[in-house]
């Protein structure tokens, strides 16, 4: 006969479910959506621009609006592969991220009960590592960075099955792994699939069973991540090769490491603007805006490590150690010299991601703790028992300082611990029973409450109300001057700091929607795509466009010589300059104000005499890159009337045309340029759009090669006459690694069929 009770575990999965819905309950309660830093920076604008890539029939591989377009399906960020993204076809945005918050906060706590059981954790210890890690701080802090979100939900998924039982079909567990590990790749996160891999491969090595068989378990989970996500890593490796992605300077990579006076705030529950003020360097705006696990967590980590399971335990405790080591980045030998002994951390950037793994593998730990501590608590062990409460101890040397306000909470968690311990020890078998939940509860209450404002919210309406700027921007190509480009560059030309793109306002109060309001005025680049602004030069914030890109936009955002930078617009066929400031735009006339919330009102300006997105030339001239890029940087050359080809190209005819040339764009897709052109001569199609080997080209149904024309954008040769000029984004390889992925899934899906089958009812 059936109870009619729910299960442990639903009770579990629903407790999980409350909180991940408390982190979210201003969107779902009060109209509210998400919306800080790269949220607004970058996701709205490419999820418009794959929604009007699918609605469109294209292919969704190139994005057109960032910069002077840029890849889509080879931006891991952009998640095409990631079965998630689709529902952006059906659902509003802020719906969207809403749903997909909860659900992979969902998905991370509920993995982290699996994984610390298979780990061996008791059901309640498990659950206490799914609540700890679904409201630890470094986990949260990823509220506003979805593709790392994304990944880390399935990082405890993919511990789970590394070192899940293998005494009944091995395979499957193997194939359990190897999918998360694809999943997180789908998601965008490579960095976050390598560490997982890394640290869920370390965890199956260490487990008790035959090496070769633990050997053999992780190359079949490696192979089946590599096929199932195929079709993401393929485009993007192949890009990142081209626009030098694989080496990354150190400079880049290092940006955000963890300042080591950062670590206090794991501990400590006060926000970061605070904890720079115990920093040796000036305060940087973080990455994770959050470290905080707790006093609970940590203690019992401690203790896990101390008396769980010798080898799983002190696997852990390493493998959290080194993770923590790593995210310091240049604070320690260990960055350096595993970036030069392993080339593929080079194209990873910033080190404090990984205190994302190392919160979940403490979790992981504390559940091992908390039950060694209510073993403790029986067996009346007075030092096991108190060692909860020993990370209290270096929070003392803070006493002095200016955060000494914070450590009341920790004080009286400590203080639970001790009165919770002392109770059981004297012979209260009551007390032993119910230590364990009660310090569980409190220590999520903790972290529910230091973290109930991590993640700020705004009104819907500032998405859905288009503002003013929008409209001058729509279709058009635009510059928009990024006051962040350079450090002390606000300051010089406004006289005053730009606004953050970080509010650490709580969700839905008044500062939070000022912020928002005033980060929606003004489109920093490159979220003008949202509106379906065609980008130019500017910060490459992904790493995704080439190094003359890089260098040609410092020189038009910081150029003194004002006729130089109207020259650089003029040939990248710049229409509009967006900007707060007059000195040095004065060559573009008189500029159109708008309404804005900053003290100076919105400038647009129209460029006179700019090049069309797509024209003819009649003479080309083969130059190498360095060549090409002095002729650029000093503006000699005739605009409209001839184009620098990169090496390997042939040079055109010297005449040029005797009459203007007529280039018509007759139809356009995301994926697909179709032109109509009347040459009076031998020329070259020439379009204002990012070159990438991606786009191939055929004129009147003949192929011909798309060169680099003036370093970034595309050339094609067309004879003389009438001509129909079509070109085409293809990937190269696509084909192959999205039937690779496909099968992958499909053989994915009939194992996990095959295994529902044969479980017991």
Same mark, same amino acid.
């Given at each position: 006969?059936?109870?009619?009770?729910?299960?442990?575990?639903?009770?579990?999965?629903?407790g999980?479910?409350?909180?991940?819905?408390?982190?979210?309950?201003?969107?779902?309660?009060?109209?509210?959506?998400?919306f800080?830093?790269?949220?607004?920076?970058?996701?709205?604008?490419?999820?418009?621009?794959f929604?009007?890539?699918?609605?469109?029939?294209?292919?969704?591989?190139?994005?057109?609006?960032?910069?002077?377009?840029?890849?889509?399906?080879?931006?891991?960020?952009?998640?095409?592969?990631?079965?998630?993204?689709?529902?952006n076809?059906?659902?509003?945005?802020?719906?969207?991220?809403?749903?997909?918050?909860?659900?992979?906060?969902?998905?991370?706590?509920?993995?982290?009960?699996?994984?610390?059981r298979?780990?061996?954790?008791?059901p309640? /210890?498990?659950?206490?590592?799914?609540?700890?890690?679904?409201?630890?701080?470094?986990?949260?802090?990823?509220?506003?960075?979805?593709n790392?979100? #994304?990944?880390?939900a399935?990082?405890?998924?993919?511990?789970?099955?590394?070192?899940?039982?293998?005494r009944?079909?091995?395979?499957?567990?193997?194939?359990?792994w190897?999918?998360?590990?694809?999943?997180?790749?789908l998601?965008?996160?490579?960095?976050?699939?390598l560490?997982?891999?890394?640290?869920?491969g370390?965890l199956?090595?260490?487990?008790?069973?035959?090496?070769?068989?633990?050997l053999?378990?992780?190359?079949?989970?490696?192979l089946?991540?590599?096929?199932?996500?195929?079709?993401?890593?393929?485009?993007?490796?192949?890009?990142?090769?081209?626009?030098?992605?694989?080496?990354?300077?150190?400079?880049?990579?290092?940006?955000?490491?963890?300042?080591?006076?950062?670590?206090?705030?794991?501990?400590?529950?006060?926000?970061?603007?605070?904890?720079?003020?115990?920093?040796?360097?000036?305060?940087?705006?973080?990455?994770?805006?959050?470290?905080?696990?707790?006093?609970?967590?940590? #203690?019992?980590a401690?203790?896990?490590?101390?008396?769980?399971?010798?080898?799983?335990?002190?696997?852990? /405790?390493?493998?959290?150690?080194?993770?923590?080591?790593l995210?310091?980045?240049?604070?320690?030998?260990?960055?350096?010299?595993?970036?030069?002994?392993?080339?593929?951390?080079?194209?990873?950037?910033?080190?404090?991601?990984?205190?994302?793994p190392?919160a979940?593998?403490?979790?992981?730990?504390?559940?091992?703790?908390?039950?060694?501590?209510?073993?403790?608590?029986?067996?009346?062990?007075?030092?096991?028992?108190?060692?909860?409460?020993?990370?209290?101890?270096?929070?003392?040397?803070l006493?002095?300082?200016?955060?000494?306000?914070?450590?009341?909470?920790?004080?009286?968690?400590?203080?639970?611990v001790?009165?919770?311990? /002392?109770?059981?020890?004297?012979?209260?078998?009551?007390?032993?029973?119910? /230590?364990?939940?009660?310090l569980?509860?409190?220590?999520?209450?903790?972290?529910?409450?230091?973290?109930?404002?991590?993640?700020?919210?705004?009104?819907?309406?500032?998405?859905?109300?288009?503002?003013?700027?929008?409209?001058?921007?729509?279709?058009?190509?635009s510059f928009?001057?990024?006051?962040?480009?350079?450090?002390?560059?606000?300051?010089?030309?406004?006289?005053?700091?730009?606004?953050?793109?970080?509010?650490?306002?709580?969700?839905?109060?008044?500062?939070?929607?000022?912020?928002?309001?005033?980060?929606?005025?003004?489109?920093?680049?490159?979220?003008?795509?949202?509106?379906?602004?065609?980008?130019?030069?500017?910060?490459?914030?992904?790493?995704?466009?080439?190094?003359?890109?890089?260098?040609?936009?410092?020189?038009?955002?910081?150029?003194?010589?004002?006729?130089?930078?109207?020259w650089?617009?003029?040939?990248?066929?710049v229409?509009?300059?967006?900007?707060?400031?007059?000195?040095?735009?004065?060559p573009? #006339?008189?500029?159109?104000?708008?309404?804005?919330?900053?003290?100076?009102?919105?400038?647009v300006?129209?460029?006179?005499?700019?090049?069309?997105?797509?024209?003819?030339?009649?003479?080309?001239?083969?130059?190498?890159?360095?060549?090409?890029?002095?002729?650029?940087?000093?503006?000699?050359?005739?605009?409209?009337?001839?184009?620098?080809l990169?090496?390997?190209?042939?040079?055109?005819?010297?005449?040029?045309?005797?009459?203007?040339?007529?280039?018509?764009?007759?139809?356009?897709?995301?994926?697909?340029?179709?032109?109509?052109l009347?040459?009076?001569?031998?020329?070259?199609?020439?379009?204002?759009?990012?070159?990438?080997?991606?786009?191939?080209?055929?004129?009147?149904?003949?192929?011909?090669?798309?060169?680099?024309?003036?370093?970034?954008?595309?050339?094609?040769?067309?004879?003389?006459?009438?001509?129909?000029?079509?070109?085409?984004?293809?990937?190269?390889?696509?084909?192959s690694?999205?039937?690779?992925?496909?099968?992958?899934?499909?053989?994915?899906l009939?194992?996990a069929l095959?295994?529902?089958?044969?479980?017991?009812?």
């Amino acid at each position: 006969m059936s109870s009619s009770w729910p299960s442990g575990r639903t009770l579990a999965g629903a407790g999980l479910l409350v909180l991940a819905l408390f982190f979210a309950r201003e969107p779902l309660l009060h109209g509210q959506t998400f919306f800080l830093r790269d949220l607004h920076l970058q996701w709205f604008g490419q999820v418009e621009s794959f929604v009007h890539a699918v609605a469109e029939g294209a292919w969704p591989v190139w994005d057109p609006f960032p910069s002077f377009g840029q890849p889509m399906l080879a931006n891991p960020n952009t998640q095409v592969l990631y079965p998630f993204t689709w529902l952006n076809l059906v659902l509003r945005p802020w719906t969207f991220y809403t749903l997909y918050f909860v659900a992979h906060l969902l998905i991370a706590g509920t993995g982290a009960v699996a994984a610390a059981r298979c780990l061996g954790a008791s059901p309640l /210890a498990a659950l206490g590592a799914g609540a700890l890690w679904l409201a630890s701080g470094p986990l949260l802090s990823l509220g506003n960075l979805w593709n790392h979100l #994304g990944a880390a939900a399935w990082l405890p998924w993919a511990i789970a099955a590394a070192v899940a039982p293998t005494r009944h079909a091995a395979w499957r567990s193997a194939l359990g792994w190897g999918a998360a590990i694809g999943l997180m790749v789908l998601a965008g996160s490579p960095d976050m699939a390598l560490l997982g891999g890394l640290a869920s491969g370390a965890l199956c090595l260490s487990r008790e069973a035959p090496f070769g068989a633990r050997l053999a378990r992780a190359a079949l989970a490696a192979l089946y991540a590599l096929a199932l996500s195929a079709g993401q890593w393929w485009p993007a490796l192949d890009w990142a090769r081209i626009v030098g992605r694989l080496d990354l300077p150190p400079a880049v990579r290092l940006y955000w490491s963890v300042d080591p006076a950062a670590l206090w705030q794991s501990l400590l529950p006060v926000p970061w603007e605070r904890m720079a003020d115990l920093a040796a360097t000036a305060p940087r705006e973080p990455f994770l805006l959050s470290l905080y696990v707790g006093l609970p967590t940590l #203690g019992l980590a401690l203790l896990g490590g101390l008396r769980g399971h010798r080898r799983t335990a002190l696997t852990l /405790a390493a493998l959290a150690v080194l993770a923590v080591l790593l995210s310091l980045g240049a604070g320690t030998p260990l960055y350096g010299w595993l970036s030069e002994t392993l080339p593929v951390l080079r194209p990873l950037r910033f080190p404090a991601k990984a205190l994302v793994p190392a919160a979940c593998l403490l979790c992981l730990l504390a559940a091992l703790g908390l039950d060694a501590w209510r073993e403790a608590l029986a067996q009346r062990r007075w030092r096991d028992a108190l060692v909860p409460a020993l990370p209290l101890l270096p929070l003392l040397l803070l006493a002095g300082t200016s955060v000494a306000g914070a450590l009341a909470r920790p004080l009286l968690l400590a203080a639970l611990v001790a009165a919770v311990a /002392a109770r059981a020890l004297i012979g209260s078998p009551r007390a032993a029973l119910l /230590a364990p939940g009660a310090l569980l509860t409190a220590a999520v209450v903790d972290l529910a409450l230091a973290h109930a404002t991590l993640n700020p919210t705004a009104p819907r309406a500032l998405l859905a109300v288009e503002p003013p700027v929008a409209r001058e921007l729509r279709d058009r190509r635009s510059f928009v001057f990024d006051y962040q480009a350079q450090p002390g560059l606000a300051e010089r030309l406004l006289g005053r700091p730009f606004p953050l793109l970080l509010a650490v306002s709580g969700p839905g109060d008044l500062a939070a929607t000022r912020a928002a309001m005033a980060l929606r005025s003004y489109p920093v680049p490159p979220m003008a795509a949202a509106w379906r602004g065609r980008g130019a030069w500017g910060r490459d914030l992904l790493g995704l466009q080439p190094r003359h890109f890089n260098r040609l936009s410092g020189l038009v955002i910081l150029t003194q010589d004002a006729g130089l930078r109207l020259w650089l617009l003029q040939l990248a066929g710049v229409e509009r300059v967006v900007a707060l400031h007059g000195v040095g735009l004065e060559p573009l #006339g008189t500029p159109r104000g708008l309404p804005g919330p900053f003290s100076e009102a919105i400038r647009v300006y129209d460029v006179p005499r700019s090049l069309p997105r797509a024209y003819a030339v009649g003479r080309a001239e083969v130059l190498p890159d360095e060549q090409a890029e002095l002729r650029l940087a000093t503006g000699r050359l005739e605009l409209g009337r001839e184009t620098l080809l990169a090496p390997g190209a042939r040079p055109g005819p010297p005449g040029g045309f005797p009459s203007p040339a007529e280039v018509r764009l007759v139809a356009e897709r995301a994926d697909r340029l179709d032109f109509e052109l009347d040459l009076p001569a031998d020329g070259w199609l020439v379009v204002n759009d990012l070159w990438s080997p991606d786009w191939v080209a055929r004129v009147d149904g003949r192929a011909v090669k798309v060169e680099r024309a003036n370093l970034l954008f595309r050339a094609i040769p067309v004879p003389a006459g009438r001509h129909r000029a079509l070109l085409l984004c293809r990937p190269r390889g696509l084909l192959s690694a999205l039937a690779l992925s496909a099968g992958a899934a499909l053989a994915g899906l009939a194992a996990a069929l095959r295994a529902s089958r044969d479980r017991p009812a």
